[in-house]
């Protein structure tokens, strides 16, 4: 069981959910509190992802039972067996985290919180699906990546500035590409399952083609953000180069996306040290 709710987590994407919030909140906080740190962190790390993603593989089984990529780092298939277990760890996880996160928060990080809990439970579960929405559910799981960061700039009790605002649309445009980029890969076995996404019904090659753009708009919003933080804007560069060379795709190749999205998971780690760098040195200027 645990090495099935392991699998389910996705810990190769637990740093993308982790690292905004602590990054916000560390650069931002004043004083920082050690407490709120540690709870904020380690609850993006595990419980979250685990909520996030073992609510999908539950929900998802249908598709995921036809979908070659999933069984190993880039999801788990889920035995009936198994999906009540991870429901209840996934609540288990979640609600002692959540308490001591309200207790330690204020009304504003309460309703980010909120919305954040919310958009992970929304786009799985029966009934709301918004995974099932197409262009929604880009929108729902860029909030599930930038919820985080938000999260920590309301638990320092910051109000975000134009250069804040600015970098939170570009990782916003980043979360969106990505999501569906993502569901290229996924068409065949989504479609097979009568699940809608962004790239069943826009069709393989215009979902690229919209994921490029929404990586390019992301560059240059975060080039607008001023020094240092305009170098960020360079690091639109590698995505656009993991996408464009599947510009031709149609639905009947579009499997041959997971390619991409193999290297997409490498690229985010690369691409997180620059961001730390970038960090680092914005710090040291403003201090």
Not at 50 to 59: E, P, R, S, T
Not at 82 to 110: D, E
Not at 183 to 212: F, N
Request: with cysteine.
């Amino acid at each position: 069981m645990i090495r099935h709710l392991f699998v389910a987590s996705r810990p190769l994407s637990w740093i993308n959910t982790a690292y905004p919030f602590a990054l916000a909140y560390l650069l931002l906080a004043r004083p920082v509190d050690p407490l709120a740190l540690v709870v904020g962190t380690v609850y993006f790390l595990v419980p979250y992802n685990l909520a996030m993603y073992g609510i999908n593989d539950v929900f998802d089984y249908e598709s995921d039972l036809r979908n070659p990529r999933k069984g190993g780092v880039e999801g788990a298939v889920l035995a009936p067996r198994y999906h009540r277990p991870t429901l209840l760890a996934a609540l288990v996880a979640n609600v002692p985290f959540l308490v001591a996160l309200v207790l330690l928060g204020g009304p504003a990080s309460w309703v980010v919180l909120a919305i954040s809990v919310f958009a992970v439970v929304a786009y799985s579960a029966p009934v709301l699906r918004f995974k099932e929405r197409p262009v929604l559910d880009s929108i729902t799981s860029s909030t599930h990546f930038v919820s985080p960061a938000v999260y920590g700039l309301a638990l320092a009790g910051v109000a975000p500035d134009a250069r804040s605002l600015l970098l939170l649309a570009a990782f916003f445009g980043w979360g969106m590409a990505s999501h569906a980029f993502g569901a290229v890969q996924d068409v065949p076995a989504d479609r097979e399952a009568g699940i809608g996404s962004v790239a069943t019904v826009l069709g393989a090659r215009p979902t690229v083609l919209g994921a490029a753009a929404l990586y390019l708009v992301a560059g240059v919003l975060a080039a607008l953000s001023g020094w240092p933080t305009a170098l960020a804007g360079l690091l639109a560069l590698p995505y656009l180069a993991m996408v464009l060379p599947f510009a031709t795709i149609t639905d009947a190749t579009a499997e041959r996306a997971n390619r991409g999205w193999r290297r997409f998971l490498a690229i985010n780690f690369g691409v997180g040290f620059c961001v730390t760098i970038l960090a680092i040195l914005a710090a040291a200027l403003r201090a």
